[in-house]
């Protein structure tokens, strides 16, 4: 009888955040690569271009001057996907045709003046006043509106259309699908076993390791038990935390140290600037605010699309879309992978 | 007071058959796209290439030799993500460390002889020949398998690493995410109305019209009014139907003709070789053959990635993949457009 060994033998694995199951079949890393590669990221990016419209000073495609910004600097999105003031579509009668009034503001940050830097090549206080915008944002939103998705499109490849460092915030009227779904499942796991779910996971993943990838007194950051894209991780504070205006001012500082030691691992796997989307789940805020909402424990997860290397992704398609997704190396794998790497960016290296 | 219009206002749309919502902002196709073009599909693909370990007659990287076929060819994938043979993971007593074990297997299936046709340039008893061939597989491996996933990702954009017209088969021993989800909510829905979901929707889209792209006496297929990929279509037929195996011989010429002439619209829609991943859902199989599935209608998901022109796709990132998916002009404007495309392929009038 043989006996089970992860790297080797196709099983699944049970997300709890989401309540789905991956399958996870390492020994198809040995197939060979014949399809789409993609073209690397650009790596001589000008500081600054007078025809990008997120750089300082600079006049947007709508007519507005950005101001001579020199942190970080928020406006409107030019073409937002949701607007404060969209009229309600009314009701169909039939419960196949069901649709709901969506209203919401969208906002673009930029986390740096200059175009050249992104948040692993920018200084610690930097990143400290990326977070405390990122904070103020969720306050100020977050007052009325439920939800405030905070998410970075990092690359080309993730339909990131500017390479200026910056984020987009979208706070809507309604609980997006996937925040809604970790509610769900946060909640009842609380009820179940009467601790946060994140707060037990962490503590879990501390104590076993092999998938641990940066850690630090107060942050902890996996790749998780039940990850999907190859090098996804889950960044996260062992506090229990409900949301990132709850943030200390030391936990602030701790973050932005471990966002830079995670993304600079990120940029060190393949020497590129990594492609990933990210975002942050907190507990909902609005009229939220005044619930208990114990259950939840702040986190931020990361997308990365890259598998074999700067130029080979993983595609989520056919049996993915359709059934279920599938991964082609083990978590273990890729935290090991992570977790070795300098913690120097190859770019401060090389100067 | 403005009045709601589905193209200028976003709003919310429900989809009943995975319980979530989509965000629908139709006015987003006015901002200009700065971000990655892809390349459009090789056209010019020799009909038989020695290298090709698709084509007849040719020897597979592990050695194996096709046949000399001259229709479909089914063959055992070289690296499949299913084996039969996996053994079991064993069980963590913790709930955060849950796996299962996962067996099946994977089959690829060539659609014709040639590697420069596809689907709708080949003859209608050619792709009849496929749809039997399909039939054929989930019969044979639904006998014990729960779950018998047909799936077709098609073009490089997709993941698809030749060129030569082909699908897949994988079939496990487990109830895969997607259509677990599915089972659910048809389930549900049929319990409440005492109906098909799916078949009360295909009358009901067959009254509406504005959303029907191509339809038959027996089939139907409509860009569904919860789509989230932009020319996203559901294809299914107007009888209760459970299964691919339970159609009958006039119903498969039938869905050969309506498959022909969506995908020549879909190729019409952009004059390229349209890439999409699609895949069949009916009701499950093994042990699943002895219950009661009258809740569930059959059905074929089409989903291309393609939004503005043969180059610009539509990226389902941060957003999407942190809150909820996002669309960006409406099913209606999307149904409207491929219906009034020509039946008579591109490739065809070039001649
Ligand atoms: O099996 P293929 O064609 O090599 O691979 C393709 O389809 C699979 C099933 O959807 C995916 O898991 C792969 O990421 C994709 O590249
Ligand atoms: O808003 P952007 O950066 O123009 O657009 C990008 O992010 C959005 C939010 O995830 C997506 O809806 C778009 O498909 C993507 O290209």
Same mark, same amino acid.
């Given at each position: 009888e043989v006996s089970f060994d992860a790297k080797d033998h196709q099983h699944l694995r049970y997300n709890p955040l989401r309540d789905t199951w991956v399958l996870v079949?390492? %020994?198809?890393?040995k197939r060979p690569w014949a399809g789409q590669v993609e073209k690397p990221p650009e790596e001589h990016i000008p500081r600054?271009?007078? *025809?990008?419209? !997120?750089?300082? *000073?600079n006049t947007r495609a709508n007519g507005k001057v950005n101001s001579h910004y020199d942190s970080t600097y928020v406006f409107e999105n030019d073409?937002?996907? !949701?607007?404060?003031d969209a009229p309600d579509p009314g009701s169909d009668q039939h419960p196949l045709f069901q649709s709901k009034a969506a209203r919401g503001v969208c906002k673009v940050m930029c986390? %740096?003046?200059?175009?050249?830097?992104?948040l692993p090549l920018m200084k610690m206080h930097e990143v400290v006043k990326v977070i405390d915008k990122w904070a103020g944002l969720v306050e100020e939103l977050g007052a009325t509106y439920p939800w405030v998705q905070i998410f970075e499109n990092k690359g080309a490849m993730m339909g990131c259309s500017n390479p200026h460092p910056h984020c987009q915030v979208w706070a809507s009227n309604f609980l997006p699908n996937e925040p809604a779904l970790s509610d769900r499942c946060q909640r009842s796991y609380y009820q179940k076993h009467g601790e946060p779910m994140l707060q037990q996971y962490a503590r879990q993943e501390a104590e076993r390791?092999?998938?641990?990838v940066v850690e630090s007194p107060d942050w902890l950051a996996v790749v998780p038990y039940w990850a999907t894209w190859p090098y996804q991780t889950l960044l996260l504070p062992r506090r229990h935390v409900l949301r990132i205006t709850d943030l200390t001012t030391e936990e602030r500082e701790g973050l932005a140290d471990i966002m830079r030691r995670l993304l600079t691992k990120y940029d060190n796997l393949f020497e590129i600037s990594f492609p990933y989307s990210m975002g942050w789940h907190g507990a909902p805020t609005g009229p939220h605010l005044k619930e208990d909402n114990s259950h939840w424990q702040l986190h931020a997860h990361y997308y990365p699309p890259l598998l074999r290397s700067a130029m080979v992704k993983k595609f989520m398609v056919g049996y993915e879309m359709l059934a279920q997704e599938q991964r082609d190396l083990t978590p273990e794998q890729a935290a090991e992978k992570l977790r070795n790497l300098p913690e120097e960016h190859y770019k401060n290296r090389e100067n």
């Amino acid at each position: 009888e043989v006996s089970f060994d992860a790297k080797d033998h196709q099983h699944l694995r049970y997300n709890p955040l989401r309540d789905t199951w991956v399958l996870v079949s390492a %020994h198809r890393m040995k197939r060979p690569w014949a399809g789409q590669v993609e073209k690397p990221p650009e790596e001589h990016i000008p500081r600054y271009d007078p *025809g990008n419209p !997120l750089c300082p *000073g600079n006049t947007r495609a709508n007519g507005k001057v950005n101001s001579h910004y020199d942190s970080t600097y928020v406006f409107e999105n030019d073409f937002p996907a !949701l607007q404060p003031d969209a009229p309600d579509p009314g009701s169909d009668q039939h419960p196949l045709f069901q649709s709901k009034a969506a209203r919401g503001v969208c906002k673009v940050m930029c986390f %740096h003046p200059w175009s050249d830097v992104t948040l692993p090549l920018m200084k610690m206080h930097e990143v400290v006043k990326v977070i405390d915008k990122w904070a103020g944002l969720v306050e100020e939103l977050g007052a009325t509106y439920p939800w405030v998705q905070i998410f970075e499109n990092k690359g080309a490849m993730m339909g990131c259309s500017n390479p200026h460092p910056h984020c987009q915030v979208w706070a809507s009227n309604f609980l997006p699908n996937e925040p809604a779904l970790s509610d769900r499942c946060q909640r009842s796991y609380y009820q179940k076993h009467g601790e946060p779910m994140l707060q037990q996971y962490a503590r879990q993943e501390a104590e076993r390791k092999e998938r641990v990838v940066v850690e630090s007194p107060d942050w902890l950051a996996v790749v998780p038990y039940w990850a999907t894209w190859p090098y996804q991780t889950l960044l996260l504070p062992r506090r229990h935390v409900l949301r990132i205006t709850d943030l200390t001012t030391e936990e602030r500082e701790g973050l932005a140290d471990i966002m830079r030691r995670l993304l600079t691992k990120y940029d060190n796997l393949f020497e590129i600037s990594f492609p990933y989307s990210m975002g942050w789940h907190g507990a909902p805020t609005g009229p939220h605010l005044k619930e208990d909402n114990s259950h939840w424990q702040l986190h931020a997860h990361y997308y990365p699309p890259l598998l074999r290397s700067a130029m080979v992704k993983k595609f989520m398609v056919g049996y993915e879309m359709l059934a279920q997704e599938q991964r082609d190396l083990t978590p273990e794998q890729a935290a090991e992978k992570l977790r070795n790497l300098p913690e120097e960016h190859y770019k401060n290296r090389e100067n």
